[in-house]
């Protein structure tokens, strides 16, 4: 008995399902990579958001840091919200004088004056009295002020102080929120951004940061900068 073959219409049918399996199962293929690379990019967008928010955490968390004895002066805010751009102050070093500064003269010496530069805030705190100067000029351990000096002050009681100045703001024009060190260029620190809010509240010493990138969710930082409260409580 001869066994039978398959039929030209079986083996079409069978190709046909064969064929329907294969593109259903490379769609579903297609699918799940297409939700395994959006969700691969949601956690790196997530990850990478909160990195960026580590780093300003960070810098807020040093405002005010070197600048508890000053505060009295007035000199300036270590925590200040300036149309919706955060600026964070705090001191970077301090140094003192090598002999006596006298007032109306615009140059003072001082120890270890490396990372003192041109275009630097310094505060310059002696004993109940204090100002905030720039520095136009370095010559070795001899700094160039942008302004006479106010006060006389003694070097066993005088304080210098190296500020560093961080901001944080939203590039429109690019929608990215960028940070900037000093008089430096600012950098990139986040793109995509579509929405940057700052509001703080001096008497609550609390500062509340608010942003959203494109296509994911709103980012909210609640933050209690310590130094700075405890320099508000001295007063």
């Known amino acids: 008995m001869r066994n039978k073959g398959f039929t030209l219409l079986e083996?079409?049918?069978?190709?046909?399902?064969?064929?329907?399996?294969l593109t259903l199962t490379l769609k579903i293929t297609a699918i799940n990579k297409k939700i395994f690379h959006r969700l691969k990019e949601q956690e790196e967008t997530t990850e990478f958001c909160f990195s960026a928010i580590e780093k300003m955490k960070m810098d807020i968390l040093r405002a005010?840091?070197?600048?508890?004895?000053?505060?009295?002066?007035?000199?300036?805010?270590?925590?200040?919200?300036?149309e919706n751009k955060l600026i964070i102050?705090?001191?970077?070093?301090?140094?003192?004088?090598?002999?006596?500064?006298?007032?109306g003269v615009r140059s003072i010496q001082i120890i270890n004056?490396?990372?003192?530069?041109?275009?630097r805030k310094i505060i310059i705190k002696g004993k109940r009295k204090g100002?905030?100067?720039?520095?136009?000029?370095?010559?070795?351990?001899?700094?160039i002020l942008k302004n006479p000096l106010s006060f006389d002050y003694k070097k066993e009681d005088t304080e210098i102080i190296l500020i560093k100045e961080i901001s944080y703001f939203l590039d429109p024009a690019e929608n990215i929120l960028r940070r900037k060190v000093n008089r430096s260029p600012a950098q990139p620190l986040?793109?995509?951004i579509t929405f940057f809010e700052v509001e703080y509240s001096k008497d609550k010493n609390l500062l509340f940061i608010k942003f959203k990138?494109?296509?994911?969710?709103?980012?909210?930082?609640?933050?209690?900068?310590?130094?700075?409260?405890?320099?508000?409580?001295?007063?």
Request: hydrophobic share 40%; glycine share 4%; charged share 25%.
């Open 113 to 119: 004056s490396k990372s003192f530069k041109k275009n």
């Open 11 to 21: 083996v079409l049918v069978s190709l046909s399902l064969f064929l329907l399996i």
């Open 131 to 143: 100002e905030i100067t720039e520095i136009f000029k370095k010559q070795n351990s001899t700094l």
């Open 213 to 235: 990138k494109e296509n994911e969710k709103f980012f909210q930082i609640l933050i209690f900068p310590k130094i700075l409260s405890f320099s508000l409580r001295r007063k």
């Open 89 to 103: 102050r705090y001191g970077e070093q301090t140094s003192c004088l090598l002999e006596n500064a006298i007032a």
């Open 190 to 192: 986040i793109d995509g």
């Open 64 to 82: 005010g840091e070197l600048l508890r004895d000053v505060q009295e002066f007035n000199l300036l805010e270590s925590i200040q919200v300036h």
